[in-house]
């Protein structure tokens, strides 16, 4: 499907933004079809495939890091990864770089609030990943990876693997004796499939909403973003 000039546009600066650098925007795009989207229209590709490679390849980049650049026993390593490339840290990390803007959903999961849903903004940035590999090579695609893993695991490091809302309240303590404060923004959804939404107040400055499929994974998405945007 031939791109827009429009759409070109925001794939281009989402490049510039993030460091990458893609031959065919055309593979790039299709990182951000959602399936909700592919099962409305026919003849439009999505992004699962990618997703399924991306994961492989951030996987394989992150424990090649991991390896070279600590010491740590096995055990040590498995529970670092398992963090900076868990659905928490990754969904944080696709708001931060507008990934939330770019997505192509289905008219359903537009309604219900999937365009802040951490699953499908983590899903988004291994199929990013997975484009990237194929468009450009490993090298590129692990370069990538490296730009954002790197900090997240020098961080674990420092604070031990700790839950986002424990790190954010003992930085925030520390530098100003308040505690953070957490606001239900709305919910919506049915019972069974429910998204909340939620902010964090540091103060006077405001991070999120963020949306979680619970409160306490809304709250913990809130404290990482305000983790990567505060400035501690």
Do not use: W
Request: charged share 30%; proline share 3%; with cysteine.
């Amino acid at each position: 499907m031939e791109l827009s000039k429009e759409r070109k546009k925001q794939l281009s600066d989402f490049c510039n933004r993030v460091g990458i650098n893609f031959k065919k925007l055309e593979i790039l795009d299709q990182a951000f079809h959602h399936r909700s989207l592919t099962n409305e229209k026919t003849g439009v590709k999505n992004n699962e495939r990618l997703e399924f490679l991306g994961d492989s390849v951030l996987g394989m980049a992150t424990a090649a890091f991991l390896y070279k650049n600590l010491d740590n026993p096995e055990g040590d390593l498995a529970k670092i990864k398992s963090v900076v490339v868990s659905e928490k840290a990754l969904a944080p990390l696709a708001l931060q770089f507008g990934i939330d803007k770019l997505l192509m959903l289905g008219h359903g999961e537009e309604m219900t609030g999937g365009r802040t849903k951490p699953a499908i903004l983590a899903d988004c940035m291994e199929a990013i990943i997975g484009a990237y590999y194929l468009d450009s090579g490993y090298k590129a695609a692990e370069k990538y990876v490296l730009s954002f893993i790197e900090p997240a695991v020098k961080d674990v490091c420092s604070n031990g693997v700790k839950d986002f809302k424990t790190q954010l309240q003992e930085k925030f303590q520390k530098k100003t004796k308040l505690c953070p404060k957490y606001e239900l923004v709305s919910k919506s959804g049915p019972d069974h499939d429910q998204s909340f939404n939620v902010c964090v107040h540091l103060g006077d400055k405001v991070f999120g909403p963020v949306s979680g499929k619970s409160k306490k994974e809304a709250e913990q998405l809130a404290a990482k973003l305000a983790l990567d945007k505060y400035g501690f």
